[in-house]
Antibody, heavy 123, light 107 residues
Framework: QLQLQESGPGQVKPSETLSLICTVS??????????WGWIRQPPGKGLEWIGN???????HYKSSLKSRVSISIDASKNQFSLRLSSVTAADTAVYYC???????????????WGQGTLVTVSS | DIQMTQSPSSLSASVGDRVTITCQAS??????LNWYQQKPGKVPKLLIF???KLETGVPSRFSGSGSGTDFTFTINSLQPEDIATYFC?????????FGQGTKVGIK
């Protein structure tokens, strides 16, 4: 069973860079069946996709965050990471890492979520 | 991006009632549509995948239907433990996108 676990600071100061790591277990991050992504949820609000990466390094970012976001992959550690620069209070959210199935390729019903980590932007 | 329009945004129903939530996609998503339940402070829990397939261990009072652009999620006989927010998600195309959520309460 594929599992994901986020790690990183729970608090970041305004204007600094938010950095999170997602460790994948139970499957190789070099699998061609999944994209690896980040999704966030501000307190009391809905879910917002941030971006994703494919094992060969192709990335896709939400257009409104594109100038501030970077997702990278470290296959040797079976991890992928998120960096979000110049954060403000509006970036306060629970951040989830996710295994996003490629339709028709990954097994049905296999959209995987990490447990989520709350990141608060505050001085 | 594919937009997912979910309605209603909230509802209240009595225990034992049937509850229906709809989700409309701005483009065809085949059947790559999931329904989730989320309780406060918890990870979204997958209830229905491929539009109509019940995830293992999920009570049979939950069901889904639809294909293409129009989807329906139903709770037959609402229970107190079903108080939560429910949302749809498509993953036919990147980025995966979500409905706005439906907050379900008990009258």
């Amino acid at each position: 069973q594929l599992q994901l676990q986020e790690s990183g600071p729970g608090q970041v100061k305004p204007s600094e860079t938010l950095s999170l790591i997602c460790t994948v277990s139970g499957a190789s991050i070099s699998s061609s069946s999944y994209y690896w992504g980040w999704i966030r949820q501000p307190p009391g609000k809905g879910l917002e996709w941030i971006g994703n990466i494919y094992y060969i390094g192709d990335t896709h970012y939400k257009s409104s965050l594109k100038s501030r976001v970077s997702i990278s992959i470290d296959a040797s550690k079976n991890q992928f990471s998120l960096r979000l620069s110049s954060v403000t209070a509006a970036d306060t959210a629970v951040y989830y890492c996710a295994g996003i199935p490629r339709p028709g390729i990954a097994a049905p019903g296999t959209f995987y979520w990490g447990q989520g980590t709350l990141v608060t932007v505050s001085s | 991006d594919i937009q997912m329009t979910q309605s209603p945004s909230s509802l209240s129903a009595s225990v034992g009632d049937r509850v229906t939530i709809t989700c409309q996609a701005s483009h065809h998503v085949s059947n790559y549509l999931n329904w989730y339940q989320q309780k406060p402070g918890k990870v979204p829990k997958l209830l229905i995948f491929d539009a109509s397939k019940l995830e293992t261990g999920v009570p049979s009072r939950f069901s889904g239907s639809g294909s293409g652009t129009d989807f329906t999620f139903t709770i037959n006989s609402l229970q107190p433990e079903d108080i939560a927010t429910y949302f749809c998600q498509q993953y036919d195309d990147l980025p995966p996108t979500f409905g706005q959520g439906t907050k379900v309460g008990i009258k």
